[in-house]
């Protein structure tokens, strides 16, 4: 079975800080990782996946995660946060089943306070 | 490209009525699915389908059902309305065999049960 944790359901950073929002897995078989983003009454966009090899997967709106086996983490970053980035953040993982059954985090709100 | 396109975008039932929540895709994916999001939830799977003619259940199939007459579209019905059915439905598709492709998703459907 897999599944997906968030730490912290509402995370508030200034304007310009650091956003690190947390996310850790749970699969039996080796994972394939995305982080979505959902402004307000919109639907789910991709920021990123994870695909295996590069550890370091850089998506859209300067956002990037590390996938850390180890950890079993893949956690979400930005060096500076901007307004625009307000939204709510999921975390998602599938595994190597033949299609893409998604099991999704509850979700992290980033508030961003000028 | 349109996309995922559901409709309608909002709908007030009362108790025990039928409605059918429409969902169609213009990217020939193989995959389609249902989720519902409610607060601290996260996005729960309802139905999906790998295929035209293939259907199979969730994680809360219980009061939908779910067909698959074509690649474009995938209905969602709900057959009695409960208050507990009050969510926000998320239509989903993406190629299946490419196991770390993303998730399409449409605008979502506001549903309220009263």
């Known amino acids: 079975a897999q599944s997906v944790t968030q730490l912290g359901s509402h995370v508030s950073v200034s304007e310009g800080a650091l956003v690190l929002l947390r996310c850790n897995y749970s699969?039996?078989?080796?994972?394939?990782l995305f982080w979505y983003v959902q402004y307000p009454n919109q639907g789910l966009q991709l920021l990123l996946k994870?695909?295996?090899?590069?550890?370091l997967v850089k998506g859209i709106n300067g956002f990037e995660a590390e996938f850390k086996k180890s950890e079993t983490s893949f956690h979400l970053t930005k060096p500076s946060a901007h307004m625009s980035d307000a939204a709510e953040y999921f975390c998602a993982v599938s595994y190597s089943g033949g299609y893409q059954k998604v099991t999704f985090g509850t979700g992290t709100k980033l508030q961003v306070i000028p | 490209n349109a996309g995922v396109t559901q409709t309608p975008k909002f709908q007030v039932l009362k108790t025990g009525q039928s409605m059918t929540l429409q969902c169609a895709q213009d990217m020939n994916h193989e995959y389609m699915s249902w989720y519902r999001q409610d607060p601290g939830m996260g996005l729960r799977l309802i139905h999906y389908s790998v295929g035209a003619g293939i259907t199979d259940q969730g994680e809360v199939p219980n009061g939908y059902n779910v067909s698959r007459s074509t690649t474009e579209d995938f209905p969602l019905r709900l057959l009695s309305a409960a208050p507990s059915q009050t969510s926000v439905y998320f239509c989903?598709?993406?190629?299946?065999?490419?196991?770390?492709?993303?998730?399409?998703f449409g605008q979502g459907t506001r549903l309220t049960v009263v």
């Open positions: 989903a598709s993406s190629f299946s065999g490419v196991e770390n492709t993303e998730a399409f």
């Open positions: 994870y695909t295996t090899g590069a550890t």
């Open positions: 699969s039996s078989v080796p994972p394939y």
